[in-house]
């Protein structure tokens, strides 16, 4: 945590394989990379992973390239890496919804609870055994976690390029049902599209709302049966609770997950101009992951110019410098020495 965390996006973690592999002569891109090589060695900065990170690593058809950018991304990273969308949705709104029932100001996000290594990208494995006692399946169970805890990103890559190819996913296919979603419902209120994305965020992770009220019950030491019924009803509650706080402005940075995405999409269907493109979703992930945890933001001047102007001004609301230029990141970054 005494680092400085600097997020590169999936362009800027091309840019560094290529230079590193002396296919790419941009001078200030070599002069990026060696700089942030020296911040990583000399223990200052660290450059996190994220699952949308090593997801668009296997996009590159090519194993030549990506055991390349994997190399880089070990080298940077130390596989050290933030926990996936969903997981840092769940972390947020446990954090938000126990400090609030404590009484006490929400003003602080769950830093220390965000990170995990590169490797769990495939999953935590549980070990169980009905037959086994429980000190030796606790002890197979620590070994099964110190190897996958210990893997790079590289040996995943081997460990996967011997299997079938993952499964596709039309991301042309998406962007073309978000633009014509869009199309279909105009809105020229930004306050009220921020509205429908933060319901309709809330929305989808309806189940994990219905979790956090039982499982903060229960953590005080309630004991009780529920009906799906009642569940259902809890879910609602903790979503009209969200919701009217962030109507009030109460919730916007301690929720990032849901601000920074809901923010994004309004901004986008905002634009009268603009369609969603094949990455844009990916994209908005990746200001997920960056924007709350880490202290720069290295990414494409698209998203660059959207975070940082009006009517979002995220990088502000983040305190978190974001840069699409390579000398720009220099001079910035320098100051780290």
């Known amino acids: ?81 933030l926990q996936p969308p969903h997981v840092l949705f769940d972390i947020e709104l446990w954090h938000l919804m126990s400090t609030a029932l404590r009484g006490t100001a929400v003003a602080s996000l769950p830093e220390g609870l965000v990170w995990t290594k590169a490797a769990y990208y495939l999953g935590e494995p549980e070990f169980h055994s009905d037959v086994i006692p429980k ?9 099964v976690d110190d190897t996958i805890f210990d893997n790079s990103l590289g040996e995943i890559v081997e460990a996967l390029s011997k299997g079938p190819p993952p499964p596709s996913f039309d991301i042309d296919r998406q962007a073309m049902t978000l633009t014509e979603g869009k199309n279909q419902h105009p809105e020229k209120n930004f306050s009220e599209l921020y509205r429908q994305e933060i319901a309709g965020g809330l929305e989808a992770h309806h189940g994990n709302c219905c979790e956090v009220i039982l499982d903060l019950c229960k953590l005080s030491g309630l004991e009780f049966s529920v009906s799906d019924t009642d569940k259902d009803a809890g879910g609602r509650m903790v979503r009209g609770l969200i919701e009217s706080a962030v109507k009030d402005g109460k919730v916007k940075t301690t929720f990032p997950q849901l601000h920074i995405t809901a923010s994004l999409h309004a901004a986008l269907r905002w634009d009268d101009r603009r369609c969603y493109k094949r990455g844009d979703c990916e994209d908005f992930r990746h200001a997920g992951s960056a924007l709350p945890y880490c202290n720069y933001f290295l990414t494409e001047k698209s998203l660059a110019h959207l975070l940082c102007n009006k009517p979002l001004n995220l990088d502000t609301e983040y305190e978190t410098k974001v840069f699409c230029d390579s000398n720009t990141a220099i001079s910035a970054l320098s100051q780290l020495l």
């Open 1 to 81: 945590m005494p680092k400085h965390r600097i997020y590169l996006d999936t362009k800027f973690w091309i840019v560094f394989r290529d230079a590193s592999c002396g296919k790419d002569s941009n001078t200030s891109h070599i002069d990026l990379l060696n700089l942030v090589r020296k911040l990583r060695t000399s223990g200052k900065a660290i450059c996190p992973l994220s699952f949308s990170s090593i997801k668009e690593l296997f996009f590159q058809n090519d194993l030549a390239s990506r055991r390349a950018t994997a190399a880089v991304m070990d080298e940077l990273s130390g596989a050290v890496c």
């Open 135 to 143: 000190e030796m399946a606790d002890v197979i169970q620590k070994c």
